[in-house]
């Protein structure tokens, strides 16, 4: 701010005071707990080492990408429950035409993204067109996209799920983007000079980091910029505080839910590219409550569910806790059945502990 | 007198059998506070949607600087310079000053190849073009939901005359407000006038509008019931005009009644 934008009457608002009011605090004070927690329970099993940082991260990173993306939709005060059943559709797209026409890899993943970038497109054509709450119309894309997965798998190859597809993606060009791994150099130094460890047979522990990682961080940044940093992003959060005014004043709020929903299934495409280039296989089953973990993590994050408010630095953070905390509870030897109690209930007091800092940001300041 | 910003010449609207304007005259002169004065149902609401595009008049002639113009939509009649300020004043609380401030004609800039919503351009034009009429904000990035009523509204004039408005529609612009913050927005009509804006001011709050106005209109049932200069009536005569005269007599008469006798039945 510049001088020339001072009033006497703008007390100066400690550091303490601005922080309180981003949306992303609650999930930022969630991830430190989370850690502390851990990092006095789980010390010495593992989670901290290169290995275990790069597993939690993967497994925040999967549903991060699936969060940001999910975090600008429900801040212009929609949802999108097709996310999971989108993902389980896309993995079909990429390994049928693959594995059983024999279609370059490459060829099926574009297609897996054209077709579920129109599916998207028809989620947010009917939502807009019907005026019917996204809630039911995605609920009923979540079962339709899975009733089609299963149908056409089935049909197609006689089983619901393919493996082996490792055979066909490993010399593709695209391969390295969804699979790859990168900063591999700078890894392998750190294991020479030991602050990562190495395996017994002398290579590091880990050879690099995963692109599911870089593609979680870009989202994000990309989710971030497009909200506080373009014309957009003022659509989207009008679109979602409240729409007849942002129609008055000449905001295509169709078009920009729209857009939104294109975004959705786009993450969720890319979501299976990944899953399914990494692990080799594809199944109609993939995917399954992905949708309600978005939500949890953008939930998390400090995006109101009603919409207008949020942001995607806070899904990052939300996605962050879910990792950590589902390999915590995996390396701490907890029995993973308590991972979903545990995730609940911080979803639970993230909402009360974010209508409180919400509160704060719309009191006078 | 100059050629009239907007003029409408025996303007009728109909809905149905519902003849909700009946050969209605207004006009706006630059620099002019015109109020519209009438009852809920009198056709204030048809009229201002006359005026802002929304309705095209069944009979009547509509002249814009003198020439006769019709509009397809709101859009069109906002590019000539008519812009409405509706009772929901068309901005999201959880947002900010700023943000609202250019809602739908976010400022850009060129950052390498994208171009950008130019938030600091934003930022500081709101705070001063809101300062420059009065309205002292703490901040332009406060959101609009921490705003009094009366800065609300405001800040939705203050919009309207930034991108260009010649004419300003106020839908009732005091009518939920205190004492305090109507008479801030008061000053702010009165200021729109003296930058030679035409000013249509719709209330049925005789007291807020006698203050500001120059001209009067009142409309009964569809009707004009003329059109008086501020030196032409009193603030008692317009109030007379308004609600009726007779309807007033007869409600103080009743109200005596119920003083003088019998004691009211019921909490209601």
Known sequence: MTAEVRDERLRQVSGLGRLLSRPELGAVAGAVLVFVFFAIVAGGSGLFSAKGIVNFLEVSAQLGILAAPVALLMIAGEFDLSVGSMIG?????????????????????????????????????TVVRTGLPSFIVTLGSLFMLRGLSLGVMRGITGRTQTSGIHEYSKDDWINPLFAGQFLQTPIRWLAEIGVIGKRADGLPAISGIPMSIAWWVGLTLLATWLLSRTRFGNWIFAAGGDAAAARNMGVPVARTKITLFVFTALAAALFAAIQVLVTGSADTLRGNQKEFEAIIAVVIGGTLLTGGYGSAMGAMFGALIFGVVQMGIFYTGIDTDWFKLFMGAMMVIAVLFNSYVRNRAMRSR | MTVPLVELRSVSKYFGKVIALNGVSFDVQPGEVHCLLGDNGAGKSTLIKVLSGVHTPDAGEFLVNGEAASFGSPKETLDRGIATVYQDLALVPLMSVARNFFLGREPTKRVGPLRQFDIDMANRTAFRELRDMGIELRDAEQPVGTLSGGERQCLAIARAIYFGARVLILDEPTSALGVHQASVVLKLIVQSKARGIGVVFISHNVHHAYVVGDRFTILKRGKSSGTYAKNEISRDQLLGLMAGGKELIDLEQEIAKLGNGQPASGPH
Request: glycine share 14%.
């Open chain 1, 89 to 125: 559709f896309a993995g079909i797209l990429i390994a049928v035409p693959a594995v059983i026409w024999g279609w370059p890899i490459w060829m099926s993943v574009l297609l897996s993204f054209a077709v579920c970038g129109v599916m998207g497109y028809l989620n947010g054509l």
